[in-house]
């Protein structure tokens, strides 16, 4: 696996509980509700997703095919 791979791995826990921090805060100073704005976390979740899938198979794509024997 590749380091990038890796680090979008290891910033997806962080980076959901700082939007969980910033969903309940907007909660409490503004008119938004976190029953209104939770999806942005399932949102976020699938974009960090698709962000790590996209990186593994660029690691792959990069790879030599392995062929069969040169005639």
Same mark, same amino acid.
């Given at each position: #696996?590749?380091?990038?791979? #890796? &680090?979008?791995?290891? =910033?997806?826990?962080?980076?959901?509980? =700082?939007? &969980?921090?910033?969903?309940?805060?907007?909660?409490?100073?503004?008119? @938004?509700? @976190?029953a209104?704005?939770?999806?942005? &976390?399932? =949102?976020l979740?699938?974009?960090?997703?698709?962000?790590?899938?996209?990186?593994?198979?660029?690691?792959?794509?990069?790879?030599?095919?392995?062929?069969?024997?040169?005639?």
């Amino acid at each position: #696996m590749n380091r990038t791979y #890796m &680090l979008v791995r290891a =910033i997806r826990g962080p980076l959901l509980l =700082i939007a &969980l921090g910033a969903l309940l805060l907007m909660q409490r100073f503004t008119y @938004f509700s @976190f029953a209104q704005s939770w999806p942005i &976390l399932v =949102i976020l979740f699938g974009v960090l997703k698709l962000a790590e899938r996209a990186v593994l198979h660029a690691g792959h794509d990069s790879a030599p095919q392995g062929g069969g024997p040169a005639l």
